[in-house]
């Protein structure tokens, strides 16, 4: 009897798996015995009780209660007899079911961040076909866009659409084997593999997931035998229509070192990129963020920030946990000099912005209340003849000009006196770290 009613399950496993999945999992498994509604199979080891249990068990279950009726537990034992304990089992066959989907779904998402979803995405020009493309893989994996490739700059949000993706499915589709692993991760395993000899762990591992995220893929460069390991595994998931999404800080063909092959594979689907978010982008982001986190930011402060911080998603959420902080100590809503207080060190550094002196005298002006007029004339009144050294020394830090130039600029003060106030400024900061510290502070917003 036993062997009947296993055989029907077999041919029913074998209209809906793979051909190459069936042969190396299914196919020799036997029947032992039945009694009391519990059949006892024959297996090869631990490693294909457990893939059978997490990938086939809920379909053996069906069948087994289409062909009799009742509802049937499964047990597994060794080729030599030794008794396989099916922790997954429950008297209840509906409720093993579901406990069995729940633990997939746990072994799924253990690393995936819980914040990275599509609703917490915020989407506009940067990043919309991205976006696009990414909920329509989650839609239906392995049919439409396979790969799907990611790229772009860090922190812009590569990582979370490939986790949102990865949320989704096992939310819509739990009963699919979902892994998101960085390429630093992929590449360690590999190698481990190698040292403890446990390569076919590793091989099952990989080639027998339905969704593979793998992040940050340029660290492949470099790493031939990683590659050689990797090209397999696309190869293996590909052909059997599982679904693989990559990202990486470049488009393919900009990755050095990296094998025609592979290169060629991330081709084959769609490339996408993700820029760095406009002002508005920027903005709603900021706004989304401190409204989950339920802080009270003035609106002038919020275009302040979006302003400073422009190239990276990651610092705009770092500007929010400080603000969070901020909040909570100070119990009040956050206004634009907190901002420039606290937030400093996160706000861009343009590097390659022309600072001219006319830039350099209106930040002066609105440092230290004091005219620019009075910054150009002959006055030496002590409460214009500091600000006047300190933008004399910006100028010479920042604009590129000679000393004989700035010293036309402020008022037709020769080059000497150009010199001398710089010196001075230079001691003083050398001396006053407060000093130093307000130097600083106009440099990085001059630069900002």
């Known amino acids: 009897m036993q062997r009947e009613l296993w055989n029907s399950v077999l041919q029913s496993l074998e209209l809906n798996v793979n051909k190459q999945s069936f042969n190396m999992w299914l196919k020799d498994t036997e029947p032992v015995s039945v009694s009391d509604n519990i059949l006892k199979i024959k297996v090869i080891d631990e490693v294909t009780r457990r893939h059978i ?12 209660k289409e062909i009799t009726g009742q509802n049937y537990i499964c047990e597994f034992i060794t080729s030599n007899g030794a008794l396989i304990e099916n922790k997954e089992n429950n008297k209840d066959a509906g409720e093993k079911n579901s406990n069995s989907i729940k633990r997939d779904q746990m072994l799924n998402i253990s690393t995936l961040n819980p914040k990275y979803t599509f609703e917490n995405f915020v989407i506009g020009p940067n990043n919309q076909y991205a976006h696009a493309a990414a909920y329509s893989v989650s839609q239906a994996p392995g049919t439409q866009v396979n790969p799907l490739f990611i790229y772009g700059l860090t922190g812009l949000g590569k990582t979370h659409l490939l986790q949102a993706i990865g949320h989704y499915i096992n939310k819509e589709k739990p009963y699919l084997k979902v892994l998101f692993v960085s390429t630093q991760d992929f590449i360690s395993e590999f ?8 390569q076919e762990s590793f091989q099952i591992k990989y080639r027998l ?11 492949l460069e470099n790493k031939e035998e990683t590659q050689n390991e990797f090209f397999h595994v696309f190869n293996s998931l590909h052909e059997n229509k599982k679904q693989i999404v990559i990202s990486s800080d470049r488009p393919p063909k900009l990755i050095a070192t990296l094998a025609d092959r592979l290169r060629t594979r991330f081709e084959w689907g769609m490339i996408t990129d993700i820029q760095a978010p406009n002002l508005e982008t920027r903005e709603a982001i900021l706004r989304d963020k401190a409204d989950k986190e339920k802080l009270i930011i003035s609106d002038e402060a919020f275009s302040y920030i979006a302003r400073r911080i422009k190239s990276n998603i990651r610092a705009l959420e770092s500007a929010v946990s400080k603000l969070r902080m901020i909040s909570r100590f100070h119990n009040e809503q956050i206004s634009i000099d907190q ?3 606290y937030l400093k060190e996160l706000f861009d550094v343009d590097s390659n912005k022309a600072i001219s002196v006319s830039d350099i005298m209106k930040k002066i002006e609105e440092k230290f209340d004091v005219a620019v007029n009075d910054i150009k004339s002959k ?18 830090e920042l604009s590129g000009m000679t000393t004989t130039e700035i010293g036309r600029e402020f008022g037709d003060r020769d ?5 001398n106030a710089c010196n001075k400024i230079a001691g003083d900061m050398k001396n006053n770290p407060e000093f130093k510290e307000l130097i600083d502070d106009l440099i990085l917003e001059l630069k900002s």
């Open 191 to 198: 190698i481990n593999s190698i040292r403890n000899r446990t």
């Open 339 to 341: 901002v420039k207080i």
């Open 53 to 64: 249990s997490e990938q086939y068990l809920p379909q053996i279950y069906s069948k087994l």
């Open 379 to 396: 006055s030496r009144h002590s409460r214009i003849i500091q600000p006047r050294f300190v933008g004399m020394y910006l100028a010479r």
């Open 415 to 419: 080059h000497s006196t150009v010199i």
């Open 209 to 219: 997931v339905d969704l593979l995220l793998i992040d940050d893929i340029q660290f």
